[in-house]
């Protein structure tokens, strides 16, 4: 379930605005460059190949580099401070709270096991 929720986290509205997340990756490496949080354009257009309503944590795959990247990038996006310092207490957190992540009713059923 927390593999399903990293790649599936909301993006946050920006000024009313739905927003979507565009990846970026090197046309050469195929490796992740960067992620773009930008304003969706129409709701009946259809999103590109690159483009995600979710940010996924997936995405860089083995790329540290690009983990690093689209780490200051959450921060950035979802916690509004780019040079905030995560902590494990905040990240399950973040992760235990539904209302973070665009989940199917089944994913939402099955519990994160609570802090003991």
């Known amino acids: 379930e927390m593999y399903i929720r990293a790649q599936n986290i909301k993006i946050p509205k920006c000024e009313g605005k739905k927003m979507i997340a565009e990846y970026e ?3 050469r490496t195929n490796k992740f460059i960067k992620i773009n949080i930008i304003p969706k354009a129409e709701d009946n257009i259809k999103l590109h190949h690159n483009q995600k ?3 996924d944590l997936s995405c860089p795959g083995q790329n540290l580099l690009g983990r690093h990247l689209l780490i200051s990038a959450i ?3 979802v916690f509004q401070d780019k040079n905030i310092e995560l902590t494990k207490e905040m990240c399950e957190d973040f992760f235990s709270d539904d209302k973070r992540f665009k989940l199917n009713r089944f ?4 519990r994160l096991p609570s802090k003991g």
């Open 53 to 55: 309503y979710v940010i």
């Open 107 to 110: 994913v939402k059923k099955k």
């Open 75 to 77: 921060k950035e996006y």
């Open 25 to 27: 990756i090197h046309f």
